[in-house]
């Protein structure tokens, strides 16, 4: 049984990286589904694909590396918020990740969206991951 499923999800794309794979498989759940799509509107993925083949569906991922130097578009994935402590911001103390040039992934009552999002409706949330 897995106790932190967000932080298996994000150990599985920094092993493919680590690992220079093109695709990578993870259990799909509605909140990783949500993760997904945040990377991959804000260019950190290539591609993605749901696949409901199982009780509980899969995500495949296609990762994103430099066509010539091969370096791959996420540097690092950090879990911030975990089951033990839960960490959250609020709009007046928003996390700044790489002094804004990387993202901070977060869960609003307005859905799974970036700090930069949040910060432009208002309202804060879980910190959920730093991605850079």
Sequence with gaps: MNTDPIADYLTRVRNAIKANHRIVEIPA?????????????KGYIANYKFEDTTVQGTIKIALKYNAITKIPAIRTLVRI???GLRQYAGVENMPRVLNGLGIAILSTSKGVMTDKEAAKLNIGGEVLCHVY
């Design 29 to 41: 759940s509605n909140l990783k589904k949500e993760i997904t799509k945040v990377l991959f509107d």
């Design 81 to 83: 918020s975990k089951p």
